[in-house]
């Protein structure tokens, strides 16, 4: 029975069509090894950020698992080219970097791996050269980024779980991907670091057009769950969601708008 089912799963996998690397930004290494706001700007080429109430940040005051910690993000101003979410005490500063399309509403939701409390920082770089930046401090009570663990085997890419929900003239989408997102931090039992094995590249669209692209760091948390609103969608319409990872894996899944 479990040999059935493997090779049943490796039938599905095989006929998902593969992300091609042209349909992919490429990943800023620099950025997501950047310790500190300085750093990353540096990396990134842009100015000394400015504290705006334009900048959306919600995280919770108080979170007890670090492991998944949620926030939303986003930016109430229009002319949005990049939003990009970091975590101030984590080993690494950046978690996640958006570029947000044409059709997309600058609101995306996400849960991250926080090592302990500390400030989380939102910065929206508008298409003017502006840097617009809010921060928030979330108490942690066990953090999420290291800790003993047995290593993980190489598993194939799973089927991501997608939900839209139309409303108006838009449609809200919510999708959960499997993977397990190691941050490299962690030891296994002999004391070895874990490498770190994580979804860099992720890539959703809307009848084939691409609507938001974004790259992730290693903060990201198990089984990521992203969330984002578009408008314009209608039913019959389809969503697609794409992901490359650090060890080549890939996935794309699709569904159609009811």
């Given at each position: 029975m479990l040999r059935r089912r493997e090779l049943l799963l490796s039938a599905l996998v095989a006929a998902v069509p593969s992300v091609r690397a042209a349909d992919l930004p490429s990943f800023p290494r620099a950025a997501f090894d950047a310790k500190t706001v300085a750093q990353l700007l540096k990396?990134?080429?842009l100015?000394?950020?400015?504290?705006?109430?334009?900048?959306?940040?919600?995280?919770?005051?108080?979170?007890?698992?670090g492991t998944v910690v949620p926030v939303t993000l986003g930016c109430a101003l229009p002319g949005v080219q990049r939003l990009l979410?970091?975590?101030?005490?984590?080993?690494?500063?950046?978690?996640?970097?958006?570029?947000?399309?044409?059709?997309?509403e600058p609101n995306i939701a996400i849960r991250v791996k926080m090592q302990e409390t500390s400030n989380v920082i939102a910065l929206?770089?508008?298409?003017?050269?502006?840097?617009?930046?809010?921060?928030k401090e979330?108490?942690?009570?066990?953090?999420?980024?290291?800790?003993?663990?047995?290593?993980?085997?190489e598993q194939s890419a799973q089927p991501t779980l997608i939900r839209v929900q139309a409303a108006g003239a838009g449609a809200t989408v919510r999708?959960?991907?499997?993977?397990?997102m190691?941050?490299?931090?962690?030891?296994?039992?002999?004391?070895?670091?874990?490498?770190?094995?994580?979804?860099?590249?992720?890539?959703?669209?809307?009848?084939?057009?691409?609507?938001?692209?974004?790259?992730w760091g290693t903060a990201v948390s198990k089984?990521?769950?992203?969330?984002?609103?578009?408008r314009g969608v209608k039913p019959g319409d389809k969503v697609a969601l794409a992901w490359a990872d650090n060890h080549g894996v890939r996935r794309s899944d699709e569904v159609a708008v009811a």
């Amino acid at each position: 029975m479990l040999r059935r089912r493997e090779l049943l799963l490796s039938a599905l996998v095989a006929a998902v069509p593969s992300v091609r690397a042209a349909d992919l930004p490429s990943f800023p290494r620099a950025a997501f090894d950047a310790k500190t706001v300085a750093q990353l700007l540096k990396a990134l080429g842009l100015p000394a950020p400015v504290a705006s109430k334009d900048v959306l940040l919600q995280a919770p005051d108080l979170f007890e698992d670090g492991t998944v910690v949620p926030v939303t993000l986003g930016c109430a101003l229009p002319g949005v080219q990049r939003l990009l979410l970091g975590v101030e005490r984590n080993p690494t500063l950046l978690a996640a970097l958006f570029e947000p399309g044409e059709s997309l509403e600058p609101n995306i939701a996400i849960r991250v791996k926080m090592q302990e409390t500390s400030n989380v920082i939102a910065l929206a770089v508008m298409k003017d050269g502006r840097v617009l930046m809010a921060n928030k401090e979330v108490k942690i009570t066990l953090g999420g980024c290291g800790g003993a663990a047995e290593p993980q085997p190489e598993q194939s890419a799973q089927p991501t779980l997608i939900r839209v929900q139309a409303a108006g003239a838009g449609a809200t989408v919510r999708s959960l991907m499997k993977h397990e997102m190691e941050s490299g931090q962690r030891k296994d039992g002999s004391g070895r670091t874990i490498p770190a094995w994580h979804i860099q590249e992720v890539v959703a669209r809307v009848n084939g057009q691409p609507v938001l692209t974004a790259q992730w760091g290693t903060a990201v948390s198990k089984n990521p769950f992203l969330q984002f609103g578009v408008r314009g969608v209608k039913p019959g319409d389809k969503v697609a969601l794409a992901w490359a990872d650090n060890h080549g894996v890939r996935r794309s899944d699709e569904v159609a708008v009811a």
